[in-house]
Nanobody, 123 residues
Framework: VQLQASGGGLVQAGGSLRLSCAASRRTSSNNAMGWFRQAPGKEREFVAAISWRGGSPQYADSVKGRFTIGRDNAKNMVFLQMNSLKPEDTAVYYC?????????????????WGQGTLVTVSS
């Protein structure tokens, strides 16, 4: 499975971006999907995840109320709408496909990863 993330860029604090991630084939329809991010000098961290049915979203505390995850199984895509962006949201964002169908915040539960898309939020 190949994942292609897009939508990153440079935005001012308070702005919005929408990330998209396309899977190369119809393998993610029964699997949860998630977004993680890695800031310079920091470890990769969980951002959001969604079950294969599209429900039960999970969010990191740092993005709750600002980010929304969604998916379109017919198009093998997952999205991340990011609003009220802050400079601390600056990172490379990675989409991932989980081994199971339930949303998970654990790195080890994901076995396919995209190449990442850079989000830079200026103050």
């Amino acid at each position: 499975v190949q994942l292609q993330a897009s939508g990153g860029g440079l935005v001012q604090a308070g702005g919005s971006l929408r990330l998209s991630c396309a899977a190369s084939r119809r393998t993610s329809s029964n699997n949860a999907m998630g977004w993680f991010r890695q800031a310079p000098g920091k470890e990769r961290e969980f951002v959001a995840a969604i079950s294969w049915r599209g429900g039960s979203p999970q969010y990191a505390d740092s993005v709750k109320g600002r980010f929304t995850i969604g998916r379109d199984n017919a198009k093998n895509m997952v999205f991340l709408q990011m609003n009220s962006l802050k400079p601390e949201d600056t990172a490379v964002y990675y989409c991932a496909v989980a081994r199971g169908s339930s949303a998970s915040s654990y790195f080890k539960d994901y076995n396919y990863w995209g190449q990442g898309t850079l989000v830079t939020v200026s103050s």
